[in-house]
């Protein structure tokens, strides 16, 4: 299926949020996910099935001080 994802036209294999951070490797507690300008809490990632032509956003936290 083909999604936005930060801004770029990409093919995934995955059905769900969850599915979609382990595929690109990626801590679910280290980042915010954005679905068509929604944000999805992390609790819900599993649940969350995605849809063709979603725009999805994964934020990642920046500290500073």
């Known amino acids: 299926m083909k999604v936005?994802?930060?801004?770029v036209e990409t093919?995934?294999?995955a059905k769900n949020?969850?599915?979609l951070l382990d595929e690109l490797e990626i801590n679910p507690?280290?980042?915010v996910?954005?679905?068509n300008l929604q944000?999805?809490?992390?609790?819900?990632l599993s649940?969350?099935?995605?849809?063709?032509?979603?725009s999805i956003e994964i934020v990642n936290?920046?500290?500073?001080?």
């Open 4 to 7: 936005r994802l930060n801004g």
């Open 11 to 13: 093919e995934i294999g």
């Open 17 to 19: 949020l969850r599915e």
């Open 29 to 31: 507690q280290k980042v």
């Open 33 to 35: 996910v954005e679905v």
């Open 39 to 44: 944000i999805v809490k992390r609790d819900r």
């Open 47 to 54: 649940e969350y099935e995605i849809k063709d032509g979603d």
């Open 61 to 65: 936290f920046v500290g500073g001080g």
